[in-house]
């Protein structure tokens, strides 16, 4: 199918051509997956493999690669979604329907401090669903670096998920042993947990005090607008048929800006934004309670630096 010649030279065609069996073709070039796919499902290069030799989950199911982490992913999911589904949905006040977005997880009272809680004691479940949850987390992003070896890619997919993995550890492991309890650790529950991140910032006086806070919200938002401007322009270029190609991206921020950070530069700004508003985040959470009990106090500080002085 061809429509009509467009006026502008740089746009030769806006038509296309169905080629044969083109639904199951997804590669450049013409090849199809399972043609592609062999070339990559290569035995060996894993972290399990470098370190013993050999892994006997380096297999995929599918077009899903299983590997030693993922296993171990895998039976952290199982077993910490029954521990949470029971600790929640089974022991839950209200039927189960509700108990899904109304039940809760606490942590281990004060007076347990770091120890583990036995089996039918409070915050057991808690531990254990925290534990599973945690194993299923660094399986993932240990998988994630598999696939990355055996793809002889760079690491950035991992290090952006193990930014994320570092705030759950940071919120349900790292502060609570700062802080000498277990009880510190978030409550697991849909709405408890919101109720918990509300009662947390006034626990502090006004969070908004917190400088962390602020940068990790400005790395929220420089991250979403930098990457949405990244999106539209693909889509604007997607629209450009001549010769030029990528070029024409950064002609176009040239124009409207006088400076175009390139096509690797603006993945790259985002990636550093993103990751680096989780890790001050991090801090925000970490550095409440264990250094600093209120926010509004912090900031006393600033009327007594020397320049103000005789102001």
């Known amino acids: 199918m061809s429509a009509t010649k467009a006026k502008d030279p740089r746009f030769p065609d806006f038509g296309y051509t169905v080629l044969p069996d083109a639904r199951s073709t997804r590669v450049a070039g013409g090849r199809t997956i399972e043609e592609l796919e062999p070339e990559y499902?290569?035995?060996?290069?894993?972290?399990?493999?470098?370190?013993?030799?050999?892994d006997p989950?380096?297999?995929?199911?599918?077009?899903?690669?299983?590997?030693?982490?993922?296993?171990?992913?895998?039976?952290?999911?199982?077993?910490?979604?029954?521990?949470?589904?029971?600790?929640t949905v089974l022991l839950g006040p209200y039927?189960?329907?509700?108990?899904?977005?109304?039940?809760?997880?606490?942590?281990?009272?004060?007076?347990?401090g770091l120890a583990l809680a036995s089996p039918g004691a409070p915050g057991f479940i808690w531990q254990m669903t925290v534990l599973f949850a945690t194993t299923a987390f660094f399986g993932w992003f240990m998988r994630q670096i598999d696939i990355s070896m055996k793809l002889n890619m760079g690491y950035h997919i991992a290090v952006a998920y193990g930014v994320v993995f570092s705030a759950w550890c940071t919120l349900q492991i790292i502060r609570p042993i700062a802080m000498g309890q277990w009880h510190e650790g978030f409550v697991l529950g849909v709405l408890p947990h919101l109720d918990w991140i509300s009662n947390f910032g006034y626990r502090f006086n006004n969070f908004f005090y917190n400088p962390f806070h602020a940068i990790g919200i400005t790395g929220l938002f420089g991250s979403t607008w930098l990457l949405a401007a990244h999106g539209s322009l693909v889509l604007s270029a997607a629209q450009y048929r001549g010769s030029a190609g990528s070029e024409i991206e950064?002609?176009?921020?040239?124009?409207?800006q006088y400076y175009s950070v390139g096509e690797a530069g603006i993945h790259r700004l985002g990636f550093i934004f993103a990751c680096g508003g989780v890790l001050s985040a991090d801090l925000c959470i970490l550095l409440s309670g264990w250094v600093v009990n209120d926010w509004v106090s912090f900031w006393n500080f600033w009327n007594t630096l020397p320049w103000w002085s005789g102001m």
Do not use: E, H
């Not at 499902?41 to 050999?54: A, P």
């Not at 297999?59 to 895998?74: D, R």
């Not at 039927?95 to 899904?100: I, K, R």
């Open 41 to 54: 499902k290569i035995k060996g290069r894993t972290t399990f493999s470098s370190l013993f030799k050999y």
């Open 57 to 87: 989950f380096d297999f995929w199911v599918g077009p899903f690669y299983v590997g030693f982490w993922g296993f171990v992913s895998v039976l952290g999911i199982i077993f910490g979604v029954f521990f949470y589904l029971y600790g």
């Open 95 to 112: 039927s189960y329907p509700q108990n899904f977005f109304a039940g809760r997880i606490d942590p281990p009272p004060i007076a347990n």
């Open 250 to 256: 950064d002609l176009f921020f040239r124009d409207v």
